[in-house]
């Protein structure tokens, strides 16, 4: 079975603060995703990337930064945190190979408060 | 621009009926659909998808249908378990400049299945 880990399931942070929410997954998957889910939102694609330091902005990135330095490991980065980035955020990964039919496999998530 | 719709943000059936949970989306491109579950607290799981070149895929109690003309699918879940009450997303991609692997989503459908 895929494995995708979050750091933390629950974290609090001031406005203004640099926050880190990391993500690894142990199945050799090419491509790695971060989303943000709100209520009547649905899940929202920030960042994504297709190989080891490759990033590409997803639909809305602004405020947000990522890193991929091993192709296990995506870090999600808020340059400075704001209350309008509470939310909860999720990591998925997937092959890369295959064409479109690969789902996505979820990690259960992080709940960032911005106080 | 909502690309994939769930209008229905909540659905109530009792249990052992049929829950017919309904998705629609714009993007012509979309070649690859899928069904996501998620209950509260962790990630969304995949459930079950559909390739574009079809128009039935079934995997025991849960069968989603696509209407490539209406852009329109539909997941069913018969008999319907206590167990399926969760969130629903569905979520399309197309493979190709542009698409890769990303998933748009929609915003959800709460199912709950009463006794």
């Known amino acids: 079975d895929v494995k995708v880990t979050q750091s933390s399931r629950y974290l609090v942070k001031r406005t203004g603060e640099k926050v880190f929410l990391e993500c690894v997954q142990d199945m050799d998957h090419e491509n790695m995703f971060w989303y943000r889910q709100d209520p009547g939102l649905g899940l929202r694609l920030i960042y994504f990337?297709?190989?080891?330091?490759?990033?590409e902005k997803g639909d809305i990135p602004e405020g947000y930064s990522v890193s991929r330095e091993k192709k296990e490991r995506f870090s999600l980065i808020l340059e400075s945190a704001s209350t309008n980035q509470t939310s909860m955020y999720l990591c998925?990964?997937?092959?890369?190979?295959?064409?479109?039919?690969?789902?996505?496999?979820f990690g259960d998530g992080t709940r960032l408060s911005i106080l | 621009d909502q690309q994939v719709k769930q209008n229905s943000p909540s659905l109530s059936v009792q249990e052992g009926r049929i829950s017919i949970l309904n998705c629609d989306y714009t993007n012509s491109m979309f070649d690859y659909f899928l069904w996501y579950k998620k209950y509260p607290a962790e990630g969304p799981t995949f459930l079950i998808s559909i390739s574009s070149i079809k128009d039935k895929n079934e995997d025991g109690r849960f069968t989603v249908f696509l209407n490539k003309s209406a852009k329109h699918l539909s997941l069913h879940i018969v008999p319907s378990q206590p167990g399926d009450s969760a969130v629903y997303f569905c979520?399309?991609?197309?493979f190709g400049r542009g698409g890769g692997n990303k998933l748009t989503f929609g915003t959800g459908t709460q199912l709950k299945v009463e006794l």
């Open positions: 998925a990964s997937s092959p890369g190979t295959g064409g479109s039919n690969q789902p996505q496999h």
């Open positions: 979520a399309a991609s197309w």
């Open positions: 990337s297709y190989d080891v330091k490759m990033k």
